[in-house]
């Protein structure tokens, strides 16, 4: 069904398009007119036209104005423009405005019958396209808390998921690199600062969770987490612009939160309590997320501020705790060339800024190398030895100069990075011995992934990818490569039939292997033998 509008001041004019178009889309259309421009859109906002024939000269507001006021809140109306006059400028302007076409009085009936096919044809791509992107907008709804969900997680264990964040953020259209974390805490009574019941609250809450997550929007444009025990994670990611005024954003988010705390209350029967973390790189959510859960410990109010309270440890402005962060985490990853450049950086920086004071600069040298070693021990890299250090005190005291400093502590680190390295590696090549091993002793059997991964005690996933960086070959591909090779000496040295020689190398259906021996020796298992 079509909504078709009429707006012409001659009354023929309208009794004319009337019969014409009840005439050929009988059943099809509803039909509506008005003889003055303010009338038509009047007319318009109750009636919804999905067509109007839009008369040009009317009385009072022309066509062209009606036509403009009434695309302001039906943007998808076509127009069809009437005119007895045939003047370029009133085509060219319509046609601006946006108008199907512009047709000159007096008008065929074919054209009128033609143009509003047209017209409708437009309606139906319009109608289609309305359909389309509500299913995939109904499809979003569902799959972003999905998305949202992931994003928490991998702003929460950056080690394993950096580039993870990284896409998560990209599917979710953020491109502020700095953000924040807040943790809404759920429970029945608040007592001493404490909430109390909070599991019966978080089972009664769950119910709730789309209510809690669409006010939390309202407030925050925010990454709203899936409801973890008692509590819901938000990271609220921060523009550039707004980190200038550090104190006026706090109080303004701080204000922010008690609003959306009384909303929430207001509609769930539960308490609430909220901890904000500072705001931090989009890589450090993880720090962001500890200072708002901390900030639970140290106030009795329902909403605290990590800035307000004694969490964190600061330090003096010119301090490199940049360059620390990353030299640990080249540590953890094992990286002796990045860990270089940031043990040259710090030294660097305690020689231009603390140069006469070299037992603080040889004890700061002993802090981080044992905390590098920590790192190290760990990562399951070194083997802890109570005595191992005992000379480490001494050594750093008796150093005379900067430079042999220099040296004792990049080689420190370096060994550490090192035997992270060696010790995954060791380990991942054990673990493949292990399992090569196994699969070379019982190929002619019904191997499977599961099967071997089981044997060495690690994931079927983790496996697949090990074996995969390790052999230079996949699980199936290396257990196929030998079976072909036993089956073309088995065919070249015995006089086995196919059958025999399927079951000899782990094949329940001779179809098969023949397939597979074609497909990886280029030839069938019958003309292999015959040409040796």
């Not at 029967?269 to 997320?289: L, M, W």
């Not at 006089?495 to 098969?512: H, L, Q």
Request: glycine share 4%.
């Amino acid at each position: 069904m079509y909504k078709i509008l009429l707006a012409d001041d001659e009354g023929i004019v309208i009794e004319a398009l009337t019969f014409i178009l009840e005439k050929n889309f009988e059943g099809n259309v509803t039909i509506e007119s008005a003889k003055t421009g303010r009338s038509v859109i009047e007319l318009a906002e109750h009636f919804r036209p999905d067509i109007v024939f839009m008369d040009i000269q009317m009385p009072g507001i022309n066509g062209i104005e009606a036509m403009k006021e009434i695309q302001k809140s039906m943007p998808n109306t076509i127009f069809i423009v009437l005119s007895a006059y045939e003047r370029f400028d009133y085509a060219k302007e319509a046609m601006e405005v946006g108008a199907l076409c512009y047709l000159n009085k007096p008008i065929d009936k074919n054209v009128i019958v033609d143009v509003t096919k047209k017209a409708m044809e437009e309606i139906e791509l319009l109608r289609k396209k309305r359909s389309n992107d509500l299913m995939i907008r109904e499809k979003l709804e569902t799959i972003i808390p999905v998305i949202e969900s992931g994003f928490i997680y991998s702003v929460l264990f950056q080690d394993n998921y950096a580039n993870e964040t990284e896409r998560y953020m990209q599917l979710l259209g953020i491109s502020e690199r700095m953000g924040y974390m807040m943790v809404i805490k759920i429970g029945e009574r608040e007592e001493n600062g404490e909430l109390t019941n909070s599991v019966g609250a978080s089972v009664r809450v769950s119910a709730n969770y789309q209510e809690i997550s669409a006010i939390i929007k309202e407030f925050f444009k925010g990454i709203v987490g899936p409801l973890m025990a008692n509590m819901v994670l938000v990271y609220v990611p921060v523009a550039d612009g707004e980190v200038t005024d550090e104190y006026e954003n706090r109080i303004a988010v701080i204000e922010n939160v008690r609003k959306m705390v009384r909303k929430l209350s207001g509609h769930i029967d539960a308490k609430f309590r909220v901890g904000i973390g500072s705001v931090q790189p989009a890589s450090k959510a993880g720090t962001s997320y500890m200072e708002a859960v901390n900030s639970f410990r140290l106030s009795v109010s329902s909403v605290a501020h990590a800035k307000d309270l004694p969490i964190n440890c600061e330090f003096e402005d010119d301090y490199p705790i940049e360059t620390e962060e990353l030299l640990f985490q080249a540590v953890k990853e094992g990286n002796a060339q990045s860990a270089a450049q940031h043990i040259n950086h710090f030294f660097n920086w305690m020689l231009e800024t603390n140069y006469e004071n070299i037992m603080d600069i040889k004890l700061k040298v002993l802090e981080l190398v044992l905390h590098a070693e920590q790192i190290g021990y760990q990562s399951g890299g070194m083997v802890y030895k109570f005595s191992a250090r005992h000379d480490y005190l001494k050594t750093i005291v008796d150093m005379d100069n900067y430079e042999n400093l220099r040296t004792w502590f990049m080689t420190k680190v370096q060994n550490v990075c090192r035997n992270v390295v060696s010790k995954r590696e060791e380990q991942a090549a054990n673990l493949i011995h292990q399992a090569r091993e196994y699969i070379d002793n019982h190929f002619d059997e019904d191997l499977t992934l599961d099967e071997v991964s089981r044997l060495i005690n690690i994931s079927p996933y983790y496996f697949s990818k090990l074996f995969k960086e390790e052999i230079g070959q996949s699980f199936i591909e290396y257990i196929t490569n030998l079976r072909m090779e036993k089956a073309k000496t088995l065919l070249a040295t015995t006089n086995k039939s196919m059958k025999e020689i399927c079951s000899a190398i782990g094949y329940a259906d001779p179809n098969y292997f023949s397939r597979t021996f074609k497909k990886n020796v280029g030839v069938t298992p019958t003309e292999y033998k015959e040409n040796k």
